[in-house]
């Protein structure tokens, strides 16, 4: 599709799933790059789908009307496809008003391990002015946003083995009988896990809030506007949701959801765990997938070194962490041209986006800020839901109506910003 446009395209890896590169230079005196991703997450349970999740087939979506409905229709092969429908139609009726350079990653939901050694080696080919990340951000209510920020990510598994220090079967499981004088890796990790949120399930690690740093006075302007137009209930219903994890005033469940760290445990494994039998075992290994979602200050390096030394004064030293692709926090300009650009786009169709600081997800975009120092955004008209769960949607109305936000984004670009005179 990129190469119908008239993109020069290739691929780029340095193993895992390649980055599909497309470069569309009409000679405009502004470029832009845009951030794409092609990979989805698991499809799940299969019995939890309404279609099969690869199907994408058109369903009725109560509260929504028609949508396709399939895994990745929302996150984000969907606003892949759209965006080169997109430019592809400009082109059917005008000339393109921006130069692109598109960057295609198959590796998102893993890392983006291949995304990021490109931009951080190729950066002499990546001047541009700008960089967008946009997908369907419309709520349930048809409220757009606009995202100025995206929290970082460490992800991990945890491993607890049987071991001479700690104790515990080395080398497979045995008989649960034994579990009144063997100890079990599985509670030793279940133990050091808890040690890493307090009561209400915020970070407890030594040392992780040192690195959090507290919203500029601009920033806390910013949150107490959007807590004006902030629906929790449109939220929590979105979700699928009963409620909050904390009674508190919108404006700060805001600044948590914004500015503080999590610890989170993605899923856990061990032992005997199929679904109506019984098997009586001491399993020999159990671990834990943890993902620690970082603010704008916390580093990667800074936050391992403290899990690290955490469980190690707790006695859990033995424990094995293995670090998947971590990446850091980004935040861009609320003032900047791009982002006053992306507004503007949402404004032209009727529409007043909710503007946030930052958003609560991941996404690599710390490469704009660090490598290539660029101003970024992510937003986008149009509705999707149930990412990463089954029966993942993208309406079709939303679609058409991306498509035309996109389309009002690279005009208002092509205007609003004035290259600087060599």
């Known amino acids: 599709m990129m190469t119908e446009i008239g993109c020069k395209t290739r691929t780029w890896k340095k193993g895992g799933h390649p980055l599909v590169v497309g470069e569309l230079d009409v000679g405009a005196s502004v470029t832009l790059i845009e951030y794409e991703m092609y990979?989805?997450?698991?499809?799940?349970?299969?019995?939890?789908?309404?279609?099969?999740?690869?199907?994408?087939?058109?369903?009725?979506?109560?509260?929504?009307?028609?949508?396709?409905?399939?895994?990745?229709?929302?996150?984000?092969?969907?606003?892949?496809?759209?965006?080169?429908?997109?430019?592809?139609?400009?082109?059917?009726?005008?000339?393109?008003?921006?130069?692109?350079?598109?960057l295609a990653e198959g590796e998102e939901e893993i890392s983006s391990a291949n995304f990021i050694e490109f931009i951080r080696t190729h950066r002499g080919e990546l001047k541009a002015d700008g960089a967008i990340a946009n997908d369907y951000s419309e709520d349930l209510r048809g409220v757009p946003t606009v995202y100025l920020g995206v929290k970082g990510c460490l992800y991990l598994t945890i491993w607890s083995r049987g071991n001479r220090t700690a104790g515990g079967p080395m080398e497979s499981e045995i008989h649960s009988s034994d579990a009144v004088w063997i100890t079990s890796p599985v509670w030793r990790l279940l133990k050091a896990l808890d040690t890493l949120v307090d009561d209400n399930q915020r970070p407890a690690i030594d040392g992780i809030w040192d690195g959090v740093r507290k919203p500029t006075k601009q920033e806390i302007v910013m949150v107490n506007r959007l807590a004006k137009k902030f629906d929790p209930s449109a939220w929590l219903r979105e979700g699928r949701v009963a409620k909050f994890k904390y009674d508190l005033p919108k404006r700060e469940l805001l600044l948590r959801y914004l500015y503080e760290p999590t610890v989170n445990i993605c899923g856990i494994h061990s032992g005997y765990v199929d679904?109506?039998?019984?098997?009586?075992?001491?399993?020999?290994?159990?671990?834990?997938?943890?993902?620690?979602?970082?603010?704008?200050?916390?580093?990667?390096?800074?936050?391992?070194?403290?899990?690290?030394?955490?469980?190690?004064?707790?006695?859990?030293?033995?424990?094995?962490?293995?670090?998947h692709g971590p990446y850091g926090p980004a935040k861009t300009d609320p003032d900047s041209w791009i982002a006053r650009s992306a507004?503007?786009?949402?404004?032209?169709?009727?529409?007043?986006?909710?503007?946030?600081?930052?958003?609560?997800?991941?996404?690599?975009a710390f490469a704009f800020d660090e490598y290539l120092h660029l101003p970024w955004v992510a937003t986008g008209l149009g509705h999707g839901a149930h990412a990463h769960a089954p029966n993942e949607y993208a309406s079709i109305d939303g679609m058409r109506r991306f498509i035309a936000g996109e389309a009002s984004l690279v005009y208002a670009a092509a205007r609003r910003h004035r290259p600087k005179a060599m």
């Open 39 to 102: 990979d989805v997450q698991p499809v799940g349970d299969l019995d939890a789908w309404r279609v099969p999740p690869f199907a994408a087939e058109i369903r009725e979506v109560p509260g929504v009307g028609r949508a396709i409905v399939a895994r990745g229709s929302t996150n984000s092969k969907g606003a892949l496809a759209n965006h080169l429908f997109t430019w592809r139609t400009i082109q059917d009726v005008d000339e393109m008003p921006v130069n692109l350079k598109i």
């Open 275 to 323: 679904h109506g039998g019984t098997k009586t075992v001491l399993p020999h290994e159990a671990y834990a997938k943890v993902d620690i979602r970082l603010v704008k200050d916390m580093t990667v390096e800074e936050t391992l070194r403290k899990l690290r030394a955490h469980l190690e004064k707790r006695g859990f030293g033995d424990l094995r962490i293995e670090v």
């Open 343 to 364: 507004i503007e786009a949402v404004q032209a169709h009727g529409k007043e986006p909710e503007v946030w600081p930052s958003s609560g997800g991941t996404m690599p």
